[in-house]
């Protein structure tokens, strides 16, 4: 997987990393840039090798926000290194109807399942009445805080809203926003497709068509969360403060530790 690091400069070099990037480097609406080396995003952290964990003690990367389902957690749990602090907070409002355990599934299940029905409803929900997005809040926020990787299964959806919230936390535009969101297209690929061809052993195509869907990105996600933000809060900013407690005050002191 360390050859993905040629595919974009915020991707970190793990040998057992999925979709591992630093925010670092996003450029906000002043003109200043985000810190290197304080806020990642990433898919699950299971297949962390040695060196990964020490190159990460060495950062030092002291939280995991892990947002995964339980089961997920159950399956595939986060290698931790020393230093780290683990932390599990589930972000899918959605886990009721499909989750990552797919030998829970039945035929008529997946048959009933709708790709795209699911994945609008699941960026509509995300940003609102979040505990996950909280937590991240309050590691953000609290004094003294170590760098922090946010994470899901494979660093897209639930990761996803969990990063635009630190962006325009940190007063970067949508375009930026929707710039780091669709980035992962290109960064999440190899990952995929892999992850695709396993799945295809056991699924039937009309099946693997539904998760391959599932398992992209696409604008319209994240126009759809962005879009159900305008239309409850008028705009993100309030959005921020009401959802989520991040007043101008609290952003101004994240912006002077995060920004330079």
Known sequence: MTATI????????????VNFRDLGGNTVADGRRIKRGWLYRSGALDA???????????????????YRDADEVAAKPDILWPGCEYHHA????????????LERLTAETIAA?????FML?????????????????????????????????VGKDRTGIGSAIVLLALGADIATVKE??????TTLATFREHMLDKMSITLAPAALEKFAYVFSVQEIFIDTALNAITDLYGNADNWLEKEYGLTAEIRESLCARYLE
Request: glycine letters at 6%; hydrophobic letters at 35%; proline letters at 9%.
């Open 6 to 17: 040629l595919l974009h400069p915020s991707l970190t070099p793990l040998e057992g990393g």
């Open 180 to 185: 780091d969101y669709l980035l992962t297209e």
């Open 90 to 101: 589930p972000a899918n409002p959605l886990s009721n109807v499909i989750n990552a355990n």
């Open 48 to 66: 962390l090798t040695e060196q990964d964990q020490r190159f990460l003690s060495n950062i030092p990367l002291q939280h995991i926000l892990d």
């Open 113 to 117: 399942f709708d790709p795209q029905e």
């Open 121 to 153: 409803e699941l960026y509509r929900r995300l940003p609102f009445n979040n505990d996950a997005y909280k937590k991240l809040v309050s590691l953000l926020v609290q004094p003294g805080g170590g760098a922090l990787v946010q994470h899901c299964a």
